[in-house]
């Protein structure tokens, strides 16, 4: 069995002085033009680094600068864009001067010294890194081979240490645990243990209501004040996003913790495109921004690299009649538009059940989950039916 890689990324700090400053500039907007070069230049349908490289490479080293390992990162940046984008059938359109990959032979970390050496534009150069006891401690030991240069919107400057590791054998699978993520409740699992989102929700209103008030204050304010507006809006959006990061962070990690310990496999829904699909429903603007503005793709990214650092599985099933199918009798509301299901409550018309929705939603999900991993059993034979022969 093929052995898998989980990556760990350590953001760390550097300071570098005006004159390496300008060099990692120019190095940035090097590696975006040769990028946007490049993908121009290439047909659309190559996605092979290799099959681009042939035929950039040599333009990539004479026009942009950038030494030979650059180059080939650049050949590699745009096929694995080009791969990322593919199942969405749009192109890529834009490279922006704020990130440069690197390998071994252009990047190291020296841990005695806590400093790294890059390559950039105009040469070589080494920088001491600000970081505490966790990166630190993820560090030790270990001679990271691959990292990323990046300015943040902050307008300083980080590199994004790649740590690879390997992945533990898969544990035996015992039982399944069914996640229901959602918005009034983040997730909801079949072992009935809810993430309330009622505190999430108060400080995402909190979010929208500062934010509405530095618009209208922008609207009518001077350059000045437009300006400083800005600002405030790039603080309060950074300040949200690590909010949600926090959140989903400690939430995976109790879900995957769970599952962990009691042998599980994780099943959740596969919602590819659930934004598109809900935004066509009629609702609220106030509903709209509390499901657009959470990040459940970063929540399911979380689940998934935790879960297989932790040796879990996880498994997407079908998320089709999910919330309107009950789980004790397997049934739905006879009539087409309607639901047993009001908001968080679902009371079966055909065996009674009543309780709350998230939690009917994931125990179908687990019984999902059991069919495909768990085969053999009778989880969605239905109890109600009768068979009546010769009829």
């Not at 593919?86 to 704020?98: A, Q």
């Not at 009622?198 to 400080?203: A, F």
């Not at 500062?210 to 300006?227: D, E, F, L």
């Not at 970063?298 to 650092?309: C, G, T």
Request: net charge positive; with cysteine; hydrophobic share 30%.
């Amino acid at each position: 069995m093929e052995m898998v890689n989980t990556v760990l990324t350590i953001v760390c700090k550097i300071q570098p002085t005006p004159e390496q400053a300008d060099k990692i500039e120019a190095t940035l907007e090097g590696f975006a033009d040769a990028c946007a070069y490049t993908n121009n230049a290439v047909k659309p349908s190559i996605t092979s680094k290799n099959a681009i490289q042939a035929q950039v490479y040599q333009y990539i080293r004479e026009t942009y600068d950038l030494s030979a390992n650059l180059a080939v990162r650049v050949c590699g940046r745009v096929a694995a864009n080009r791969k990322t984008v593919k199942h969405k059938n749009k192109p890529v359109s834009k490279f922006s001067p704020t990130s440069a990959d690197y390998d071994s032979r252009i990047f190291s970390y020296r841990e005695k010294e806590q400093t790294v050496s890059l390559t950039l534009v105009g040469g070589r150069e080494r920088f001491l890194l600000e970081i505490g006891n966790y990166q630190i401690g993820k560090l030790k030991g270990r001679k990271p081979t691959s990292a990323q240069l990046c300015k943040h919107r902050d307008g300083q400057y980080y590199i994004h240490i790649q740590i690879k590791n390997k992945a533990p054998k898969p544990q035996k699978t015992k039982k399944v645990i069914g996640v229901d993520l959602g918005r009034t409740d983040i997730a909801v699992t079949s072992e009935n243990h809810s993430f309330s989102g009622k505190q999430v929700n108060e400080i995402r209103d909190k979010f929208a209501r500062v934010r509405k008030q530095i618009q209208h204050k922008a609207s009518k304010g001077t350059r000045s004040s437009r300006r400083k507006c800005r600002q405030l809006q790039k603080r309060l959006s950074g300040k949200e996003r690590r909010f949600q990061t926090w959140v989903n962070h400690n939430v995976s990690k109790a879900i995957v913790e769970s599952a962990k310990s009691q042998g599980a496999v994780i099943a959740l829904e596969d919602l590819t495109g659930i934004r598109e699909r809900t935004n066509l429903q009629p609702r609220s603007k106030t509903e709209k921004r509390r499901s657009n503005n959470w990040a459940f793709y970063q929540l399911r990214e979380f689940i998934q690299y935790k879960a297989l650092e932790a040796g879990v599985k996880v498994i997407f099933v079908n998320p089709r009649y999910t919330s309107q199918t009950c789980h004790q009798c397997l049934h739905i509301h006879p009539i087409k538009g309607k639901s047993y299901r009001s908001r968080k409550r679902y009371k079966c018309g055909a065996c009674g059940w009543n309780g709350d929705a998230d939690f009917n939603g994931s125990m179908m999900i687990k019984l999902l989950g059991q069919s495909v991993t768990l085969p053999g059993g009778s989880y969605l034979s239905c109890s109600l039916t009768d068979i009546v022969q010769g009829y």
